[in-house]
């Protein structure tokens, strides 16, 4: 992380402890300290990289960027905030104001969503220009064939407004009672993977985003649970090895 000097209230706002109209109450009451010296005023800056800051007593270190790896369950949905609805938001175990998801998944579909504050990294991962494979585990009411596989090899039209790029559709079982398969995708459309299968005949009664570009959901991570990501995990996401 470059050294940055922002100033204390918003310092310790984008930490969680508090809003900066807390923070600032807090400061006239003496509970916030740089390099063991009261803050006075919150336009004091700290050295985001360099300073201790300590706040109630406890020391806060400042980090720039927060990666959470989510499996999203059901019912829950993809934005930082809704009147009505749960968001993703809070159900993670994250204090920060300024995280947000990496695309979206529908209120209805579970699986592995990130969510972050580097706008970077989301718009890489987004870009249309990068192709970044999604691969998600689907379940259908009906018959997946070969024939369908080779539709999506070559890039369906989907309807009159959307051709979908090439996809690969691996399937795992079919038969009477519906289909399993893994579909994978290059694109994120609007309900794109339930819009693909209708295309086809079928009705998705079942759908979880199993990958990301290099990031993998753990086959042990329960539904509904979030972490942060390893190091080696965001290496992965900017390129690296």
């Given at each position: 992380m470059d050294v940055m000097k922002i100033r204390i209230d918003k310092y310790l706002a984008d930490m969680g402890a508090g809003s900066r109209t807390e923070i600032k109450d807090d400061i006239r009451k003496g509970l916030v300290y740089i390099n063991g010296n009261k803050v006075k005023s919150a336009g004091e800056k700290a050295d985001?990289?360099?300073?201790?800051?300590?706040?109630?007593?406890?020391i806060i270190k400042?980090?720039?960027?927060?990666y959470i790896?989510?499996?999203?369950?059901a019912g829950v949905v993809s934005a930082t905030e809704d009147r009505k609805e749960k968001t993703v938001l809070d159900i993670i175990d994250s204090k920060r104001k300024d995280l947000f998801?990496?695309?979206r998944l529908d209120k209805d579909t579970?699986?592995?969503l990130l969510l972050t504050n580097d706008g970077m990294l989301a718009h890489e991962l987004l870009s249309p220009k990068k192709h970044v494979d999604k691969k998600y585990y689907v379940e259908t009411d009906g018959l997946l064939t070969d024939e369908h596989r080779k539709l999506f090899k070559n890039g369906i039209k989907v309807d009159d407004e959307f051709t979908a790029k090439e996809a690969e559709l691996q399937i795992l079982s079919s038969g009477d009672k519906g289909s399993k398969?893994?579909?994978?995708?290059?694109?994120?459309?609007?309900?794109?993977?339930?819009?693909m299968m209708e295309a086809v005949g079928n009705t998705v009664t079942y759908l979880k985003r199993i990958s990301m570009g290099p990031l993998t959901l753990p086959e042990d991570m329960e539904t509904g649970t979030s972490r942060m990501l390893t190091d080696s995990e965001i290496n992965m996401l900017k390129g690296g090895k």
């Open positions: 985001t990289l360099n300073d201790e800051v300590a706040y109630k007593e406890n400042y980090i720039e960027f927060e790896l989510l499996n999203k369950p998801p990496v695309g579970e699986g592995l398969a893994y579909l994978t995708i290059r694109e994120g459309k609007y309900h794109q993977v339930k819009r």
